[in-house]
């Protein structure tokens, strides 16, 4: 038996309603006890005086790009670039080389995931053939290898007979689709927000509308066949508006999140041709920005994820239009949502944690984000008095250091990570 006391750390469980001072006391992998003062004896004791300790924290939307692209990404580096920003369970997308469109490539995620044993990795499938959105994939398949969802993230399907037919399977199979959205029409070549910065940078620019319609079809069809929808990466005013409204006639298969880097910066940080600023869906104007801090607050948004997609730095050196879309996020999401939304007190600390751990937790109906008793240990630990510049050169186990923030000055970073028990990552002193 094998056993860990995390001691003086104030512990924030927003699942359990827990604020406060506490010890946390965990029995081979699980948590045994949480309490204002445990007195037992342990194989290993944690100090987490002036800490804040939480479940271990739940990305949905990353990218680890193997198989195929390994040069961007491993499964073993995203891992540890997770563990190194407290996330200890992670839903990777499917638009890999091949794409995740069969039984064989979610199973080899699954099977590498489990050999490396660093975090959880829950794979997805994509909802057509390779991500084509002409085909629907063998959803059901799918399903059996281990895909916690179907998407085809990176894009939308624009064909709303498909997108109909994929919701009544997923609907009949109680699986969870998860909708990128956006209108190819609307798009037409768009590298940025369409507004006054692309027109100052002379570039091709995707109107909010793009996206905005796409949300209501996506939330359309979810009404008509009743599947639990889950709409990715939310980033306009529209679209908040658009679930707010869903959530508002009682409509509870609908679920939403919103990527860190879009309630923090704007389409201004594109200036200077910044290709780290360049990804899908695009940094938006202030005005978007203030209305989706208004969503979270109102708790129209039930997740905070980073679409961690790293990239060659090839890939990001080309000039703007023809740079890769997309941003590494990984290592830094606490302290963005820590530093963009607590501290301006838009939210509370235990507010922005719910939405990294039990929200999406439920969402994926996953039994983690929680530190009640027989849970299993993943715990994370945070110094929140800790300001520090993020440098994609040095403080970055990913392979990607494509970060939009590079160079910014966060406050709260992660010092220690415990998946199952076992601590998988502390900060080098």
Known sequence: MSTLLIKNGHVIDPANGIDAPHDVYVEDGKIKE?????????DEVIDAAGL??????????????????????????????ALSGGVTSVVVMPNTTPAADNQSVVG???????ELDLINVYPTGAITVAQKGNQLAEINDLKNAGA??????????????????????????????MSHCETD??????????????????LPGTPAISEDLAVHKNIMLAKLTGARLHLLHNSTSGAVKAIAEAKKEGFQNITAEVSVQHFALSDEACLGYNTNAKMYPPLRSKDH??????????????????????????????????????????????AVMNTYLVEPQHISLSKGIEKMTIGPAKI????????????????????????WVFNSHKHTYSKGKNCIFNGLKLTGKCVKTIVGGVVKYKEVE
């Open 185 to 202: 029409a609307l798009t037409d070549g768009g590298v940025m927000h369409e507004g006054w910065v692309s027109t100052q940078l002379g």
């Open 148 to 177: 916690i969802a179907i998407t085809d993230d990176g894009v939308d399907v624009q064909d709303e007979g498909i997108l109909r037919r994929a919701m009544e399977y997923a609907k009949t199979l109680d699986v969870l689709v």
């Open 108 to 114: 080899y995620v699954v099977k590498k995931a489990q």
């Open 364 to 387: 994926l109906r996953i039994e983690k984000g929680t530190l009640s008793k027989g849970a299993d240990a993943d715990i994370a630990i945070f110094d929140m008095k800790n300001k």
């Open 34 to 42: 949480v309490a204002k003062s445990i007195d037992r004896d342990a």
């Open 289 to 334: 920005i203030k209305a989706v801090i208004e969503a979270i607050k109102h708790d129209v948004i039930d997740a905070f994820t980073t679409d961690h997609a790293p990239h060659t730095d090839a890939e990001k050196q080309e000039p703007f239009e023809d740079a890769a879309f997309g941003s590494t996020g990984l290592e830094t999401s606490f």
């Open 52 to 81: 804040v300790v939480t479940p271990g924290l739940i990305d949905m939307q990353v990218h680890f790009r193997e198989p195929g692209r390994e040069d961007k990404e491993t499964i073993e580096t995203g891992s540890l670039a």
